[in-house]
């Protein structure tokens, strides 16, 4: 280091200590071993519908768009029996108290209440004769309805270029309501998805069975005691385990060895770090409180020894509770066609208990 006068900067010099060719061989060796990283396994798709804290109806210039993919809402319809089988259970329910109407068939109406259910928004269509008499409503499918800018029109659209507009005021549009927009309806159950979805910790292990080459273990022989025929006798000891002699013991005797000099390591056997059963559980409770279903009504086998109580005391108080007001929303559609084309008959057990 030097300093130079009236100068108040530094110069430092560094001097690198010389390389010896043993250094030089060591370094080169060091670099002759690469750490080497890979992946495996399918990628996880990220689904829109996890942005439910952005939704908005953008408008395209045409129609507007719904808040959340209705393919995700399709797509997890199915993803858990619970999930799936709470909402075909009001669904039963409310076909099965329905009186058709020449007007507004059942098949049409469970279509409807169907669509209602999975998506909170539900469409029949008005088709008119010539004359203008009015004629059978028919279903228009929720998935691929979009709202139009001015009121009363509406579009079936399902993929590019493949769009339909309805005559203006011809479609009947009920809606579940929603606390970020008045465009589209939103189903109840949107807090219970993450729960549907992790019923699908059940892909693992039906991959798993599906895989069909499972490695099974290796064994790991250290030991320098053991001798090669001393090997070559255990492996034959191990086949000889398949078929009439499976389900055997093995001994081996090995004098003066040490305990880790044989390993068992298994490969195809993955502990998992969470409860597969109680993964289960927590989403079937999450998606019956969503739904407000009691769970002797899907089918549920009881593990506790107090069971589900009384059957249809659980019925009449869910009817009471969730199917007589799901009956008056459908009830809309009277106002709307200015005559009486849905009406319910209540069984007279159930009518008693309601």
Do not use: C
Not at 161 to 190: A, K, T, W
């Amino acid at each position: 280091m030097s300093k130079r006068k009236g100068n108040t900067s530094h110069q430092l010099t560094l001097t690198a200590p010389a390389v010896t060719p043993v250094a030089t061989e060591l370094m080169t060796q060091r670099d002759v071993g690469s750490v080497n990283a890979f992946s495996f396994g399918d990628p996880e798709p990220v689904a829109r519908i996890q942005l439910v804290d952005y939704v908005e109806s953008m408008f395209n210039g045409r129609w507007y768009e719904p808040p959340l993919p209705w393919e995700g809402l399709a797509s997890a319809f199915r993803a858990s029996p619970h999930h799936g089988s709470a909402i075909f259970l009001k669904r039963n329910l409310l076909k099965a108290m329905f009186v058709p109407h020449p007007r507004l068939s059942s098949a049409t109406f469970g279509a409807m209440a169907l669509d209602f259910l999975v998506f909170g928004n539900a469409y029949v269509e008005q088709p008119r004769a010539y004359t203008g008499r009015a004629l059978q409503l028919r279903h228009a499918l929720a998935k691929f309805t979009r709202r139009g800018q001015e009121p009363g029109t509406y579009f079936f659209v399902r993929g590019w270029l493949q769009e339909h507009e309805f005559e203006p005021g011809s479609l009947f549009h009920l809606r579940e309501d929603d606390v970020n927009q008045e465009i589209y309806g939103l189903p109840e159950y949107i807090s219970a998805l993450q729960s549907a979805w992790l019923n699908k910790a059940a892909m693992f292990r039906r991959k798993y069975y599906a895989n069909g080459s499972h490695a099974g273990f290796f064994l790991y022989l250290s030991d320098a005691q053991v001798s090669t025929a001393d090997a070559d006798a255990l492996r034959e000891a191990l086949k000889g385990a398949k078929g009439p002699g499976n389900f055997r013991n093995l001994f081996l005797h090995a004098p003066g060895g040490k305990a880790d000099g044989l390993k068992l390591i298994p490969v195809s056997e993955v502990a998992a770090k969470d409860d597969f059963a109680a993964i289960k559980n927590v989403s079937k409770d999450d998606a019956l409180a969503a739904h407000r279903v009691p769970p002797g009504l899907l089918g549920i086998v009881h593990t506790n020894a107090g069971g589900f109580g009384n059957a249809p005391d659980a019925l009449a108080v869910f009817v009471e509770n969730e199917i007589l007001p799901l009956m008056q929303r459908f009830r809309e559609l009277n106002d709307w066609a200015g005559e009486e084309l849905v009406l319910f008959v209540m069984p007279q057990r159930l009518a008693k208990a309601a």
